[in-house]
DNA sequence: CGCCACCTTGACAACTTTCAAGCCTAGTGG
DNA sequence: CCACTAGGCTTGAAAGTTGTCAAGGTGGCG
């Protein structure tokens, strides 16, 4: 769920922010990116109302680039504790003009996300909430390589689940307690592992 | 919708396809860019029991990349007749290395698809279906700029809506009816326009 | 003129949400 | 140290939206 791979630290002032602040808001001037140091972010956008969708979660590593260098256009908010450095867009920009690996690196780092995202209009499109939490939590097992399964990360509650899978929290906690009666998963604490990572892929692909 | 902005026509064999042929195929060993030279394509990815999911519409101009260098991650088929230019990958890779012009034109292309997938995750994951029909056609009518209302493509299908917005042919049928009856759009022929575009921008914010 | 593909409409079923309790856990203050 | 409280999680029952299945309708093309 990165959203662009680590550049070169840039200088620029670091802050600190504490459990959902907001340090990012869509449709507000853009003149900064935001490169994180540690902690997670929730990235998403929402309609007035309130709905809201999570377009992914950020962390050590990524940058949040203010593209069209006008406006950000989604919102991000800090989970539990986050440290970013402020990076100035024209810093960014000078750098991308000039040098060919840097404009590469970001070319790069925005094609991957353009075929996560794609991966995602199919999910939410066409798949069921059985299928997308499965994915969901195939995504999380893998998340540092297909080396070793990762338990969820657990500062991903229900609701941002729910949100990120188009769901609800309701919906969510019901699937979850079925597949840990499948044995697909076990549930200690918050902590959610995977047990049965065929079935569950085997749930994603196939419509089981 | 489009894929890729224009890049400079570049040398490559052109190809011609009929009506519904796939040019471009998901999980596909990846060696060419296709630049879409006249006609459109369907762009999708589907799941092995057949649904399927329309990423974009590609049309003169745009540019469809093979972007991991590896495998082509959605399937493309031509709407009634196309015609693309073959660019050789390493053609272009050699292109972004060398020009840094070329490869900021290709990051900020990449960029703004990212900001319209950003968008159409809200819509899939939390829109109704009355909602993203209305959005679907607002972005129709204006996607000659701001200035003139056009008429919805009539290459594109009550089945390719329905695949665009995660919904069934008959979902969209029953809307589109229901927007005519509300006085929202006409129908003549194949030929949809857009009556009154502020309530159709209402029904898309709002939860009308 | 007739066939075929696409579109529309209806009735019903299914999945997901909504509304509503209750429970668990962690953090707080007595 | 323990009871209390708040937030998050789970579960149930009912409602609603959208999908499925099925039957016509319509227009274009041979």
Redo the contacts between chains.
Sequence with gaps: MSLIQPHNPAAGAERHYGDRQEFMTESTPANMHFHVVSGGARLF?????G???I?GFASRGDVL?A??CTHY??SAEAMHTLRVACVPAPYLRHL?????GA??A??HT??Q???G??????M????TARERLAAFLIGQGTRMGQDALWPVDPAISRADMA?F??LTTETVSRLLSAFHREKLISRQRRAIHILDLDRLRAIV???G
């Design positions: 956008k929402s309609l007035p109302d709905r809201r969708q377009i680039p593209y069209p256009h989604y991308h003009e000039t040098s060919p404009c590469a970001s070319l925005a094609r996300l353009l075929i995202l794609h991966g995602r209009l199919l939410l499109g066409r798949q949100d899978l188009g692909a196939h419509s």
